[in-house]
């Protein structure tokens, strides 16, 4: 979940004129963001060798 404030920042940081889809790009890639290091700080994380250890088990 992102902030007001970073939500502001981010309307800010665009152009005078901009499309709705664009403060919608603008915003869904700070919500992905902030999900990131969520999950980072959280230890939701996998190492490299864990997904492809994970395919493997699924595909035999």
Do not use: C, V
Not at 19 to 30: A, Y
């Amino acid at each position: 979940m992102i902030t007001k404030d970073k939500a502001i920042e981010a309307i800010k940081s665009l152009p005078d004129e901009f499309s709705i889809e664009e403060l919608m790009d603008r915003l869904i890639l700070l919500n992905k963001i902030e999900t990131g290091i969520r999950q980072t700080q959280q230890g939701e994380t996998y190492t490299a060798e864990e997904p492809k250890k994970m395919l493997d088990e699924n595909w035999i």
